[in-house]
């Protein structure tokens, strides 16, 4: 299914940069590995919680990262050279999952627990900012 956006509109004004980034997100929607994300609205804002099954992958064998607004997870498993496979039907597999976020979303903490990632996030509750532009007279 493709989808079709245009931010064209003249009410809309610097959206460009939205229409390429649901590009890219939509290009990189592989399959591997399989994920949840849950979201919770409390007093203090609203949270986030992207949890990825990732069973066999050790704390050093994945890396969270933030690069420019996108919350990267890559994960990569060493081949063991001195074992003998008569089936290998486990493949060390090696994956990068993509998660573009929106401004003033922090990630506050990541978890790796019973071959689950639990990747906590938050945007706290915008303080209301009222700003007055002075009108001079030419």
Do not use: C, W
């Not at 009410?11 to 590009?23: K, N, S, W, Y």
């Not at 992207?50 to 997870?73: C, H, K, M, N, Y």
């Amino acid at each position: 299914m493709t989808r079709v956006v245009q931010f064209n509109s003249p009410f809309l004004l610097g959206f460009d940069q939205i229409e390429r980034l649901l590009d890219r997100v939509t290009k990189s929607a592989e399959g591997y590995p399989p994920y949840n994300v849950e979201q919770q609205v409390t007093q203090e804002g609203q949270k986030l919680s992207i949890t990825l099954a990732v069973a066999g992958f050790e704390p050093t064998d994945l890396s969270v990262t933030i690069e420019e607004r996108q919350l990267v997870i890559r994960g990569r498993q060493s081949e063991d050279e001195d074992k003998t496979f008569l089936h290998r039907g486990i493949a060390a597999r090696q994956f990068q999952r993509t998660f573009v976020l929106a401004d003033g979303m922090v990630v506050d903490k990541a978890k790796l627990e019973n071959g689950l990632l639990a990747i906590s996030l938050f945007r706290p509750e915008p303080s209301s900012l009222i700003q007055t532009i002075p009108i001079t007279q030419a």
